[in-house]
């Protein structure tokens, strides 16, 4: 039996987050420069069921059974085997790597499950929709994030742009042109889960000034959808800009983000905003071929940790 492996793109929000938990449209694109990959190696000589879990990003070689049953790799791998009513697997090592910075808004947390599953089920010669990858690594968000929209998880096992509201049908993007982001790390790492925790106790505290909030960017994610598609990458950046704003009115960017976005704007981005979660993590800026290498020495001279150029087609 020959090795499998899979990979799960990372992903950025082009617009609409967090109003997204809150049941407003959030349009997101995947990012195929960083990637999550699961290899499952077999172990013809191991004990039939038994699983040897390796990370070496962070250090973990472990029996499956060792880790804690809310530890991330074990309740995908657990939760994959009770779907599909499996027992026991053929014994095997799986090996899990992962560009995609952690904690940064780049959908870490749902590429691993999603590579993880697709490996696997390759490896048992099973084969498993879209759809039903993408309802587990819905429950694998839950578990890391408490209250995830879906976002992160749809747009990573589809690899393909989305327009996305909160339990509803997807809608796959049709982009005729190229877009090119200049994603910049703010370096400073944040969990999604504390700047969705802020939000709602917010929301809770002043619901009509943040269901306004939500409004606004739920329009503007509309209008976003539509330059999008027609290509008009200048009312485009507008709209990111505007989508910034909201975010600091929401309390979810930081003085780093804020300071890139300036960066970026200063080096003739068409529009800059925080992507993800905030507080840290990532921006975004919307560039073209030409103008992407001044904007990331921009952003770069601006203290941020890394950038990344991506092309959305
Ligand atoms: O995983 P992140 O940091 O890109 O954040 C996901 C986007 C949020 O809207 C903040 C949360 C969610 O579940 O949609």
């Known amino acids: 039996m020959p090795a499998t492996t899979a990979y799960a793109p990372g992903k950025i929000i082009l617009f609409g987050e967090h109003a997204v938990v809150y049941n407003r449209p959030a349009i997101a694109c995947p990012v195929n420069k960083v990637r999550a990959k699961a290899v499952l190696i077999p172990q013809p000589k191991g004990e039939p069921g038994s699983v040897r879990v390796q990370a070496p990003d962070i250090g973990l070689d472990s029996w499956l059974e060792e880790l804690a049953p809310d530890h991330p790799l074990r309740f995908v791998v657990d939760m994959l085997l009770e779907h599909l009513e499996i027992d026991h697997i053929p014994a095997c090592i799986l090996r899990v790597t992962s560009t ?7 959908g870490s947390s749902a590429a691993i499950p999603v590579a ?15 759809e039903k990858i993408n309802q587990l690594a819905f429950r694998v968000e839950q578990l890391s994030h ?4 879906g976002i992160d998880n749809t747009v990573i096992t589809y690899s393909l742009p989305v327009y996305f509201i909160k339990e509803q049908p997807l809608t796959l993007l ?3 042109t190229a877009y090119t982001f200049v994603i910049g790390d703010s370096g400073v790492s944040s969990p999604t889960s504390r700047t969705v925790a802020a939000v709602r106790s917010g929301w809770q505290e002043e619901p009509e000034r943040y269901e306004g909030i939500f409004d606004q960017i739920g329009s503007l994610t509309d209008r976003a959808k539509e330059f999008l598609e027609r290509g008009e990458r200048a009312r485009l950046g507008e709209l990111m800009d505007l989508n910034h704003e909201l975010l600091v009115e929401l309390g979810v960017s930081s003085p780093q983000l804020d300071n890139l976005v300036a960066a970026a704007r200063r080096a003739g981005a068409l529009g800059a905003k925080m992507s993800g979660g ?9 560039a073209t071929a030409e103008s992407a290498p001044r904007i990331a020495h921009s952003i770069m001279r601006a203290g941020a940790a890394g950038t990344i150029t991506t092309t959305v087609e």
């Open 116 to 130: 993880v599953m697709r490996a696997l089920t390759g490896f048992l010669g099973i084969s498993l929709p879209d």
């Open 174 to 176: 049709h982009i005729s």
């Open 278 to 286: 905030g507080g840290g993590g990532n921006m975004i800026a919307l």
């Open 100 to 106: 995609i910075p952690v904690a940064s808004g780049l």
């Open 146 to 149: 408490g209250t995830p929209s």
